[in-house]
């Protein structure tokens, strides 16, 4: 069974990417929230690493790969498909808000909101709730846990594309340079501050 997988990103469809792994295409279903993430931050040739939910059945021979950014998400996935009559590729296409959300709509017994996600009928919510109320809490304190590291990575990519589309540098070195400020700084928390880091560092 596939649970992890860290590779090239070689190819971004609708709703699956293909990533390059020891010179094997994995097509790898992403749930939009997860899907807009990735297109936020990366492009063809990037390194990109998933936590994989993987799922094969009689139904279903063919082998089903979902991607998640976090551990976190890939395991509330596994929590929400053991909702009846939500499989995997319902699951993959329900998903259009992040984790966090999604949890604090069913703790709160939200249906109105949970209706809004794709698919998700009046049915189909209140058995979701049926199902996961009192148990997807944790995943409604994501935000705390995450947001720092996507901020920083949010910032980083912000710089990194300044240093290549304004400024001229190659990908590697751009990064180089990043990596280097931050060693500098470790207590550098927003795109500004990485920004004259870099400027430092170079006129040194």
């Known amino acids: 069974m596939i649970s992890y997988l860290e590779g090239i990103l070689k190819d971004i469809h609708d709703e699956r990417v293909t990533l390059l792994v020891g010179g094997i295409g994995y097509d790898v279903m992403i749930p939009s929230y997860v899907m807009n993430e990735i297109l936020r931050t990366k492009k063809p040739d990037d390194e990109l690493s998933l936590y994989i939910s993987y799922h094969q059945t009689e139904r279903q021979p063919k082998p089903v790969l979902v991607g998640?950014?976090?551990e976190l998400d890939r395991e509330f996935f596994e929590r929400f498909i053991s909702v009846e009559d939500i499989g995997p590729m319902a699951a993959v296409k329900a998903l259009t808000k992040p984790v966090r959300e999604i949890a604090r709509d069913i703790e709160e017994r939200d249906i109105?909101?949970?209706k809004q996600l794709k698919g998700i009928g009046e049915r189909k919510a209140?058995?979701?709730v049926a199902t996961l109320k009192g148990?997807?809490?944790k995943y409604a304190l994501m935000r705390e846990v995450h947001a720092p590291v996507r901020i920083?990575?949010?910032f980083r990519k912000e710089?990194?594309?300044v240093l290549i589309t304004q400024l001229g540098h190659k990908i590697l070195e751009a990064r180089q340079l990043i990596e280097e400020a931050l060693k500098r700084n470790p207590q550098i928390n927003s795109a500004e501050e990485l920004f004259e880091e870099v400027y430092r560092g170079q006129k040194a």
């Open 68 to 70: 998640f950014g976090s």
């Open 159 to 161: 710089v990194e594309n």
């Open 135 to 137: 148990k997807v809490a």
């Open 112 to 114: 109105k909101a949970l």
């Open 152 to 154: 920083m990575e949010d």
């Open 126 to 128: 209140e058995k979701i």
